[in-house]
């Protein structure tokens, strides 16, 4: 018997409402976990694979891409399928995906498996945001989205963690391996906490506007990721990628506006707070996943730490999640635009603290950063949504949410690739500019204190100094991915000025 409920929030019973909160919450953990642990075991696949450093990042740029290509029919495949059997289904896509995943003999089956995942993963995230929105009263918005949150926080936490000890104590593939057994346990849950609400409710799917929209991602996704090697504009496959992403763009656009079956709601982009919230939320894609992607390969090619350590070490942005929680829904009662602000200001700090590190960084320097980014981005995320929801119709809140965090995934991988650029582009001028000073007529190498170590004579000696100058040229690439990480952060502050609400509204 199907349940075409608008309003799930006033026929669902307190005890399954709590139930689907557990749901949502394990399987926004295992989101978290399935990103942020292969970040850690990049080397382990370049090295097993026999990929670069560029390839392998692959792994997580098309994680993304996928969920931000198929994120956005979330709310039309709830409204057809039904709450339990859209999850359901995701979840068993999902589990195959990631043992897809482990066994992958070779960079291309493991990316394209990677990529099937982040399709599956897609509706887990605005799916249970949605549910959350839709089933809680408004009056409890901040506190069911806080709860949700540590789901989220914890998969950042123990992704890393796990990641580190599972890689190094069984292999790379078993870093996806180990998420099979938590996907079937969520759903045996999902099964009884859910019902078929707005099952039914769907009507027809806007492919144009799908369509254009999943062509306009995946087009600029790839535009950004293969530019630098095919120099940009110089190529003609770039050049095409450019034209049909503008392309794309402008029929999503006309099919939004003037389509009789849209892909959204023409209303939902008419309210301030949610399309500004969505412009936020693009921005907090590249706070939200670029340090966590970058730190570790920062940690395990220039300083040498174990895959263990450097998860224990990265672990601190999720601890710094988890810190805010305790603040987080009082602020947000309090003053919603002033705690989103907040949040902003904490991550600017966190964003310039570590664009002004260097290859003598302390374990102390890392936890701190990523502590203080964490504890910023937490502090902004519920405020933010809370402001953007504030004023979406109820029946809206899987399709707004589908949106919203179809930005954020979008936002990841594309600034993932804008930091990945940066970062080599960077490196490979750097290791130019450093070394034309290596010669025999610079007098700081012709100095009695620098011959003992340092000559241009030796092969060993010349040897030793080309891989310092690729250290030095690495580290200042990556410090200059991280001021672009900062000037997002002073972007998204700007945006959160803009919002027109500063209190949670009641219900």
């Known amino acids: ?33 399935a990103i942020t642990s292969a970040t850690i075991v990049l080397p382990h696949i370049q090295g097993a694979l026999s990929v670069n450093q560029d390839q392998a990042s692959w792994t997580m740029t098309l994680f993304l891409v996928g969920s931000a290509v198929t994120m956005p029919i979330t709310g039309w495949l709830a409204g057809w399928l039904g709450w339990r059997r859209l999850m359901v289904g995701t979840l068993i896509g999902f589990t195959l995906s990631t043992i897809a995943c482990g066994l992958a003999t070779n960079l291309e089956t493991l990316l394209l498996a990677r990529t099937i995942q982040g ?65 079937m346990l969520s759903i045996l849950i999902a099964i009884f906490a859910l019902g078929d609400q707005q099952r039914g409710t769907s009507g027809k799917l806007g492919w144009m506007g799908f369509l ?55 209303t939902i982009f008419s309210n301030w707070n949610f399309t500004l919230g969505l412009l936020t939320m693009l921005l907090m894609g590249a706070l939200s996943f670029t340090p966590i992607t970058l730190f570790p390969m920062l940690l395990q090619d220039l300083r040498g730490y174990p895959d263990a350590a450097a998860g224990i070490l990265l672990s601190a942005r999720g601890f710094g999640n988890l810190a805010s929680f305790f603040i ?64 979406l119709s109820t029946k809206l809140a899987v399709q707004g949410s589908a949106l919203f965090n179809m930005m954020r995934n979008f936002g990841s991988s594309l600034f993932l690739s804008l930091s990945v650029l940066i970062l080599l582009r960077s490196a490979a ?66 945006l959160s000025c803009l919002y027109r609400s500063n209190r949670t509204p009641q219900r």
């Open 328 to 391: 987080v829904v009082h602020f947000t009662k309090f003053n919603a635009k002033l705690a989103l602000i907040t949040g902003m200001a904490l991550q600017i700090w966190a964003g310039w603290a570590m664009s002004n590190l260097n290859i003598n960084m302390t374990e102390y320097d890392v936890f701190w950063t990523n502590f203080v980014q964490g504890f910023g981005f937490g502090l902004a995320y519920t405020p933010m949504t809370v402001l953007a929801f504030a004023t």
């Open 119 to 183: 399709v599956f993963a897609a509706p887990l995230m605005p799916l249970g945001q949605g549910m959350l929105l839709a089933t809680f009263p408004k009056r409890q918005h901040a506190m069911a989205l806080m709860l949700w949150g540590i789901g989220g926080t914890m998969g950042p936490v123990l992704g890393p963690i796990l990641g580190g000890l599972v890689g190094e104590a069984l292999g790379w593939r078993w870093t996806f391996l180990f998420l099979a057994p938590i996907s």
């Open 212 to 266: 254009s929209l999943a062509i306009a991602i995946g087009s600029a996704q790839l535009l950004l990721d293969r530019g630098h090697r095919l120099d940009w504009l110089e190529s003609f496959e770039i050049s095409a990628e450019l034209f049909i992403c503008l392309l794309a763009i402008l029929f999503f656009i006309g099919s939004t506006l003037y389509s009789r079956t849209p892909l959204f709601e023409r």
């Open 429 to 494: 001028e750097n290791y130019s500019g450093l070394s034309q000073i290596i010669n025999p007529m610079n007098p700081i190498l012709s100095s009695p204190d620098t011959v003992s170590q340092w000559n241009v004579i030796s092969v060993e000696s010349i040897a030793k100094i080309s891989e310092e100058i690729t250290i030095q040229s690495l580290m200042g690439g990556y410090l200059n991915a991280f001021q672009l990480f900062t000037w997002v952060a002073v972007s998204a502050l700007v």
């Open 1 to 33: 018997m199907t349940t075409k409920a608008s309003e799930p929030d006033s026929s669902t019973l307190p005890a399954r409402r709590w139930l689907l909160l557990i749901n949502v919450q394990i399987v926004t953990l295992m989101y978290g976990i």
